[in-house]
């Protein structure tokens, strides 16, 4: 496969909106469909021989439909079910997109938001544990912010720039990043990069266009819109008689089993263009989920703590500066314990007042570490909450028709750069290599790429950049940084 380049060109998405009592949730379809279409392929391999050439249509073996990447085939549809038949409870009202809300009760499928400006989504940024600990805890961010509008109300004083109506809830996905998460993409795309996607050799468009020609993980892409094939039926004869789509919509993320006759209806009235992922080699391992029990897996009861935890759930990944707040219910504890780095750092009293059930750390100015939180009376105690803080150090300097951009952290590990709008809207992103992470810098061409971006669209804001590092529990940016891009 041809190098996969590292600048991108990014648009902002317009979703498609549903109300929040959408259709019935579907499951991904009879497992032994999909067992029978990945029969066809070697499961021994993962992956082509690398011997030959290096390039991947060279080396497969004819009778492969999935040039030697069952196991990710299989695995993209375990990361399938984790969102679609993920099952929750709401325990207040949550604000989604288009002015209302989701109600309280029971739920399945992972909420839509366009989280671009604060980077909470689902699978990349957060993890499933933390957003289901977060939905858990009724006064958690979940419940407490609408970050759809400019200057949207918060419990925290927290200033929204907004997404034109496209974010509601703190956490969430959208079409594009849900389909990148199935696929194992270490970096989520957005749905017009599938152009430049084309070009890079990590997506190709399919040659038959036809029902004949759709597989298993196959890309449907609309006008500001993808989704995923993730199961197929086939009559006695072996004839197509059904696909599984797969998306990301208001409210939820869903699968739905249309009739060829239905699928032929709908990428003829939404022009849809059918796509193939070419980059399976460099998917992430799968991990398996504690809250659904995808293909061949069982889990157990998930006990969640009801005692303490911090609002932006348990688990949770911030940056220095940060606003942390640690959510309780005191019962018959009187104290929180802090601790840094398995290291006691404060007790702290809890207010004898008993409608209170926060404790601010904001002031504290806690620096970069691993932190748990438990709360006690005597030999008392209850579990610990966890999260981590990360360094985000980064600055910019300006070299001609080049950015250096500069990055540090101590216990996060710098995974790419992102030009973008105050409110989110990316204007393109630049992978880190291990060359730049061991120099602990990269030159960008930004004009080059900002340039290439307004051909399409005037360009109506300033440039912000933003570093995205990973730790433990998930992904923080630095605080924007203003660029002289103009």
């Given at each position: 496969?041809?190098?996969?380049?590292?600048?991108?060109?990014?648009f902002?998405?317009?979703?498609?909106?549903?109300?929040?009592?959408?259709?019935?949730?579907e499951?991904?379809?009879?497992?032994?469909?999909?067992?029978?279409?990945?029969?066809?392929?070697?499961?021994?391999?993962?992956?082509?021989s690398?011997?030959?050439?290096?390039?991947?249509?060279?080396?497969?073996?004819?009778?492969?439909?999935?040039?030697?990447?069952?196991?990710?085939?299989?695995?993209?549809?375990?990361?399938?079910?984790?969102?679609?038949?993920?099952?929750?409870?709401?325990?207040?009202?949550?604000?989604?997109?288009?002015?209302?809300?989701?109600?309280?009760?029971?739920?399945?499928?992972?909420?839509?938001?366009?989280?671009?400006?604060?980077?909470?989504?689902?699978?990349?940024?957060?993890?499933?544990?933390?957003?289901?600990?977060?939905?858990?805890?009724?006064?958690?961010?979940?419940y407490?912010?609408?970050?759809?509008?400019?200057?949207?109300?918060?419990?925290?004083?927290?200033?929204?720039?907004?997404?034109?109506?496209?974010?509601?809830?703190?956490?969430?996905?959208?079409c594009?990043?849900?389909?990148?998460?199935?696929?194992?993409?270490?970096?989520?795309?957005?749905?017009?990069?599938?152009?430049?996607?084309?070009?890079?050799?990590?997506?190709?468009?399919?040659?038959?266009?036809s029902?004949?020609?759709?597989?298993?993980?196959?890309?449907?892409?609309?006008?500001?819109?993808?989704?995923?094939?993730?199961?197929?039926?086939r009559?006695?004869?072996?004839e197509?008689?059904?696909?599984?789509?797969?998306?990301?919509?208001?409210?939820?993320?869903?699968?739905?089993?249309?009739?060829?006759?239905?699928?032929?209806?709908?990428?003829?009235?939404?022009?849809?263009?059918?796509?193939?992922?070419?980059?399976?080699?460099?998917?992430?391992?799968?991990?398996a989920?504690?809250?659904?029990?995808?293909?061949?897996?069982?889990?157990?009861?998930?006990?969640?703590?009801?005692?303490?935890?911090?609002?932006?759930?348990?688990?949770?990944?911030?940056?220095?500066?940060?606003?942390?707040?640690?959510?309780?219910?005191?019962?018959?504890?009187?104290?929180?314990?802090?601790?840094?780095?398995?290291?006691?750092?404060?007790?702290?009293?809890?207010?004898?007042?008993?409608?209170?059930?926060?404790?601010?750390?904001?002031?504290?100015?806690?620096?970069?570490?691993?932190?748990?939180?438990?709360?006690?009376?005597?030999?008392?105690?209850?579990?610990?909450?966890?999260?981590?803080?990360?360094?985000?150090?980064?600055?910019?300097?300006?070299?001609?028709?080049?950015?250096?951009?500069?990055?540090?952290?101590?216990?996060?590990?710098?995974?790419?750069i992102?030009?973008c709008?105050?409110?989110?809207?990316?204007?393109?992103?630049?992978?880190?290599?291990?060359?730049?992470?061991?120099?602990?810098?990269?030159?960008?061409?930004?004009?080059?790429?900002?340039?290439?971006?307004?051909?399409?669209?005037?360009?109506?804001?300033?440039?912000?950049?933003?570093?995205?590092?990973?730790?433990?529990?998930?992904?923080?940016?630095?605080?924007?940084?203003?660029?002289?891009?103009?």
């Open positions: 496969m041809k190098a996969i380049r590292k600048i991108l060109i990014l902002v998405i317009f979703p498609v909106t549903l109300s929040c009592s959408s259709d019935p949730i499951q991904l379809g009879d497992l032994e469909k999909i067992i029978e279409e990945i029969a066809k392929a070697d499961t021994t391999s993962q992956k082509p690398d011997e030959g050439n290096g390039d991947n249509d060279d080396n497969n073996n004819t009778n492969d439909p999935f040039n030697g990447y069952a196991a990710h085939i299989m695995d993209a549809y375990k990361r399938a079910q984790q969102f679609v038949e993920l099952k929750w409870n709401s325990t207040a009202p949550i604000p989604i997109i288009g002015g209302t809300t989701c109600d309280t009760g029971e739920h399945t499928g992972v909420l839509y938001s366009q989280t671009n400006e604060y980077n909470k989504y689902v699978g990349f940024d957060v993890s499933i544990k933390t957003y289901m600990s977060a939905l858990h805890n009724k006064h958690s961010l979940l407490t912010e609408n970050i759809s509008k400019k200057n949207s109300a918060s419990s925290y004083n927290i200033k929204y720039y907004g997404n034109d109506g496209y974010c509601a809830p703190y956490m969430g996905t959208i594009s990043f849900f389909v990148s998460y199935i696929l194992g993409q270490k970096i989520p795309y957005h749905v017009y990069e599938y152009e430049a996607m084309e070009k890079l050799g990590i997506i190709e468009k399919v040659a038959d266009q029902v004949n020609g759709i597989q298993l993980m196959d890309l449907v892409l609309e006008s500001g819109h993808v989704a995923i094939i993730t199961n197929i039926t009559d006695k004869n072996g197509l008689s059904s696909v599984f789509w797969t998306e990301s919509v208001s409210p939820f993320t869903r699968t739905k089993e249309l009739s060829v006759i239905a699928y032929k209806n709908r990428i003829e009235q939404k022009k849809g263009v059918l796509y193939r992922f070419k980059d399976w080699e460099n998917s992430l391992a799968y991990k989920s504690e809250f659904v029990a995808a293909y061949g897996e069982s889990i157990s009861d998930y006990h969640y703590n009801d005692d303490i935890c911090t609002f932006a759930g348990d688990c949770a990944c911030f940056r220095e500066g940060d606003i942390i707040v640690i959510d309780y219910r005191k019962g018959s504890y009187t104290e929180m314990e802090l601790y840094k780095d398995n290291q006691l750092l404060e007790t702290i009293p809890l207010s004898p007042n008993a409608d209170d059930y926060a404790i601010n750390l904001t002031d504290k100015n806690l620096p970069y570490g691993n932190y748990k939180a438990r709360l006690v009376n005597g030999k008392y105690h209850s579990d610990y909450t966890y999260f981590e803080i990360l360094q985000t150090e980064v600055s910019i300097e300006n070299y001609g028709d080049h950015q250096k951009v500069n990055f540090h952290s101590e216990n996060g590990k710098p995974i790419y992102q030009f709008a105050r409110r989110g809207a990316s204007f393109g992103k630049y992978q880190l290599t291990e060359n730049d992470l061991s120099n602990g810098y990269a030159f960008v061409e930004a004009n080059n790429l900002l340039d290439l971006y307004r051909n399409t669209n005037k360009f109506e804001s300033d440039v912000y950049l933003k570093v995205f590092f990973e730790g433990q529990y998930g992904r923080v940016t630095n605080h924007f940084l203003k660029t002289n891009i103009k």
